[in-house]
């Protein structure tokens, strides 16, 4: 019965005890005619996807036998279920187990969907992918922390660079207070007592005997515990006697020396300097010179302000 | 019947016990499932055909299985796992689909 092909043949699993009892008794010679004849008609195209019911007006010189077919297969099919729902056979444990494996195992795939990881169940190329971002973005972070860090080392040096100069420029400004007289001043020293009973001491003696004073390396020079010697002091004498700075000097005289003591002694003794030429006949003074550790100058000199001297901006640095 | 019960009992007692499988499977699970489902839906339509045999169904159902987690991992081997495993779920998706259709026909005729 070659009309017995049916098109929409491929199932999945071909039986081996095939169908009704009449298919079974189709013959080899019958199979192989039926399916050179369903190749010649899939190479002419007339054949039709698939549904039963089109291939009837290809293949069906009897009707009869079709229709009987089909509703057969209908009543069948039906039956089986119903044969299947009332006696269970050894296919349908084998099924049942089958079933059981994929429920299990859907039912995990589903868990590891769901609670898992995403890195778990990924692949390897995608795993590589994630990595290779998140090197780069390490990198990246690890490129800023650097820049950040140098900012960092950049703003710490600028601020110890700071302190540097404020610490530099304090001591100058200490330097320069002792020096201009605004700060008091402590330190190694000498002592210099000037008796003059004749009051024969003038403004030069006392001029020579800061100079001196000054060669041999004072730093500050304090007069009768009051006066300030610093760059603008100047010595007069006059009707109301010795004057320094406008203020009057008594006898006798003290001079209180910041320096070298013994540099200072030397000066002041040495042949032909200031103790002689005050102990000399000429004046006929004593001078009474005691090295001290420690001598304070409290006494404080009062600048005056430049009315016209202003700070020039420095030259430009020469390259 | 039986293998309804059966699919229940596997979906609750995989919910329940939580069951692991290796590490150096669980990529292959999925495509797995998917093959098995195919088996499934042919399985149900030779079924309703009446062609239906155990032992096909047993055989055709494992080397389904076996065949597709086996492209999958030679797809992985040679560097291009993530297209064969989507080529595979089309190709079953394709054949799950062509089943389905069977079914249909078989159970309503339409």
């Given amino acids: 019965m070659p009309d017995e092909v049916r098109l929409d043949d491929p199932t999945p699993e071909p039986s081996p005890r095939r169908r009704r009892p009449r298919t079974q008794s189709r013959s080899a010679a019958t199979r192989h005619v039926s399916s050179l004849r369903r190749s010649q008609r899939r190479l002419v195209g007339e054949e039709h996807p698939t549904p039963p019911p089109l291939d009837e007006g290809h293949t069906g010189p009897e009707p009869a036998i079709r229709t009987d077919d089909a509703a057969d297969a209908a009543s069948g099919t039906r039956a089986r279920l119903r044969a299947a729902l009332l006696r269970p056979g050894r296919g349908q444990i084998l099924a049942a187990v089958i079933l059981f494996i994929v429920g299990v195992a859907g039912a995990m795939q589903i868990r590891i969907n769901t609670t898992d990881d995403t890195y778990a169940s990924a692949r390897r190329e995608d795993l590589i992918q994630l990595l290779d971002g998140l090197s780069a973005e390490s990198r990246r972070l690890e490129g800023e922390i650097a820049q950040l860090e140098q900012t960092r080392r950049n703003l710490q040096s600028g601020a110890d660079t700071q302190r540097v100069a404020r610490s530099e420029a304090e001591r100058h400004l200490t330097e320069l207070a002792i020096l201009a007289g605004t700060a008091p001043a402590e330190g190694r020293g000498i002592r210099m007592r000037i008796a003059d009973p004749k009051a024969a001491v003038d403004a030069g003696v006392l001029l020579d005997a800061v100079e001196e004073m000054r060669d041999a390396g004072a730093e500050v020079i304090e007069v009768n515990n009051t006066i300030r010697v610093v760059a603008s002091t100047w010595f007069s004498s006059g009707a109301q006697g010795l004057v320094i700075d406008g203020k009057a000097v008594n006898r006798p005289i003290t001079m209180e020396v910041i320096g070298d003591p013994h540099s200072l002694e030397e000066a002041a003794r040495f042949r032909g300097g200031i103790v002689s030429e005050i102990t000399g006949p000429k004046i006929g003074g004593q001078v009474q010179i005691e090295p001290a550790d420690r001598v304070v100058i409290e006494s404080l000199h009062a600048p005056r302000e430049n009315q016209y001297a202003r700070p020039a901006p420095p030259p430009p640095t020469p390259r | ?110």
């Fill in chain 2, 1 to 110: 019947m039986i293998p309804l019960l059966g699919l229940l009992a596997g979906i609750v007692l995989g919910i329940v016990l939580e069951p692991s499988i290796p590490q150096v499977l669980q990529p292959y699970l999925p495509i797995a499932i998917v093959a098995a489902m195919d088996a499934l839906f042919g399985a149900f339509r030779a079924y309703l055909e009446g062609t239906f045999t155990d032992r096909v169904f047993v055989v055709s159902f494992i080397s389904n299985v076996l065949i597709a987690a086996a492209i999958v991992y030679v797809g992985d081997q040679i560097g291009v796992g993530a297209q064969l495993a989507t080529a595979v779920v089309v190709v079953l998706g394709i054949r799950i689909f062509t089943n389905a259709a069977a079914i249909r026909r078989a159970l309503f005729h339409a």
